[in-house]
């Protein structure tokens, strides 16, 4: 990651970065550009370095910020009507953790409005377009933030993800995605979508890029009650407490145990050489031949460097995207009643009563699917039919959750694809919303199950279109994860 320093200045890489974005403006990436703001801050990094100051580790580097966290450059509007005129007081705590070692937000990055969509068409603002195909979607929802860094105006981009909005626009353009462990980073100060699957995460070329920016953001935090405490800069990267993480810590013997860190293309020993899991539920005719192909050959390139494949049978996971639809949307239905008109951003001037302020700031702000979600939600909630639905979705998550715990009995990692397709042409499925849920169909299980999972580019299909993979760790095993996807290179 190219820093500022005596050669290189921050305001020389700021530059840079805001001539790229406006370069690049027609693809509707950025929602915001923090230019003056940006400006101040590389100088005022320029001016220390100059005096001989101690300065971060991401002094002076560009980076695209989600228009879902929270500071207080600009509005915060998650791409939504609603959130239009909001500027907030706080500054999210992975932000803050950011911008403490000197990192520089040059824009507010475009999504599909309340992180609702897989495709970045659900913006009120309008959608983005892919990195290697302006025809195509850039994936959601954090799909400004991908193409940012996949069209190299940024060093790195942050993202949510609550059902693979990390993930698949990762995949889609070319670029790596992780999605960490439930609670491993702060969501303090970010807009909500459904707070028992909702991750932080990050957009980078590399996967030590990747590294660094977990170690600088990971840890607990006061202000956010589901962090947990810093795993991912201990001496293993992995938990003792979780179901199958404590194997890949070095002090175990076994083939997991010297996992992290191997050496990308280094002869193996037996010892040294990883169990890949292959899930035989996801090899069917739904997933596109390319992409199945490409997984393919990555598995063909492990064995070679001496790494063993597994094949796994996990028929719980058909169960997934079911439950998903359900449960996510009872969570986004509660976390989106807060926005009324009363307290902060837009509000309806055609209303004559209390009631009617409600129901048409409702109406007004919200985008389509924001609204068909919130119906869903209500409904899997409601009296009479919470038993029905709300429950057994909560017990289908729990037989997800056991079902990758045995399977991480039998291998170290899962390589799977991120989504049975590549970037579909715009529009294509907007008017479809079944169609558009089933392009999260391999991405949703893991924040059902809590585990963190990376996307790694795996080359490109005849058309030119990325194609991702997805490697896939135990609870608490982000760093070993990390590590491991140096192998698949």
């Known amino acids: ?106 824009g507010r990055a475009n999504l599909d409005a309340f992180a609702h969509g897989s495709s970045t068409e659900n913006s009120y603002f309008g959608p983005t377009s892919n990195a290697f195909d302006k025809t195509r979607v850039a994936g959601g929802s954090s799909g400004g933030s991908a193409v940012a860094v996949a069209l190299d105006i940024v060093e790195f981009a942050t993202g949510t993800d609550t059902g693979g909005s990390i993930r698949q626009p990762a995949s889609f353009n070319g670029v790596y995605g992780f999605k960490p462990t439930f609670g491993t980073i702060s969501r303090y100060g970010v807009v909500a979508m459904a707070s028992s699957t909702d991750c932080i995460g990050f957009f980078t070329k590399t996967p030590e890029d990747m590294d660094l920016l977990m170690s600088i953001t990971s840890g607990q935090d006061s202000k956010d009650l589901t962090t947990l405490p810093d795993y991912y800069n201990d001496n293993t990267g992995a938990g003792s407490g979780d179901s199958g993480a404590s194997s890949l810590a070095p002090v175990v013997t076994g083939l997991a145990s010297s996992i992290a860190p191997v050496v ?80 902060y951003g837009f509000r309806s001037d055609k209303s004559k009563d209390l009631d009617a302020l409600y129901n048409n700031t409702r109406n007004e702000g919200f985008m389509p699917e924001n609204k068909r979600r919130i119906m869903i939600g209500n409904f899997v909630l409601s009296s009479g039919f919470y038993d029905a639905y709300f429950l057994k979705a909560a017990k289908a998550r729990t037989l997800i959750i056991k079902e990758y715990e045995a399977a991480f009995k039998k291998c170290d990692f899962i390589l799977t694809p991120v989504s049975p397709n590549l970037a579909f042409k715009i ?11 089933l392009e999260d169909v391999m991405s949703v299980p893991l924040n059902l199950a809590g585990i963190p999972g990376l996307t790694v580019p795996a080359g490109k299909s005849k058309e030119g279109l990325p194609v991702g993979l997805q490697l896939i760790g135990p609870r608490r095993s982000d760093k070993s994860l990390i590590e491991f996807a140096k192998e698949l290179r």
């Open 264 to 343: 990308a293309n280094a002869p193996k020993s037996p010892d040294s050489c990883a169990r890949i899991g292959i899930i035989k539920d996801f090899d069917n005719d739904s997933v596109n031949p390319e992409i199945r192909q490409a997984l393919k050959k990555k598995c063909d390139d492990l064995k070679k460097k001496g790494h063993k494949i597994v094949e796994l049978s996990m028929p719980n996971l058909k169960y997934a995207l079911a439950a998903y639809y359900i449960i996510v949307p009872a969570e986004v239905a509660s976390n989106l009643s807060r926005y009324d008109g009363i307290r």
């Open 427 to 437: 529009g294509e499925k907007v008017d479809d919303p079944v169609s558009m849920y």
């Open 1 to 106: 990651m190219k820093t500022a320093n005596k050669t290189v200045s921050a305001e020389r890489l700021v530059k840079d970065a805001l001539e790229k974005a406006k370069f690049f403006a027609d693809y509707h990436i950025f929602n915001f550009l923090n230019e003056e703001g940006a400006l101040k801050k590389a100088r005022e990094i320029d001016a220390k370095i100059k005096k001989g100051e101690k300065v971060g580790r991401l002094a002076g580097v560009p980076y695209a910020l989600k228009d879902n966290f929270l500071s207080p450059e600009g509005e915060t509007t998650a791409s939504a009507h609603i959130l239009q005129g909001f500027k907030s007081p706080i500054t999210a705590t992975a932000v803050a953790k950011l911008e403490a070692e000197g990192a520089i937000m040059i």
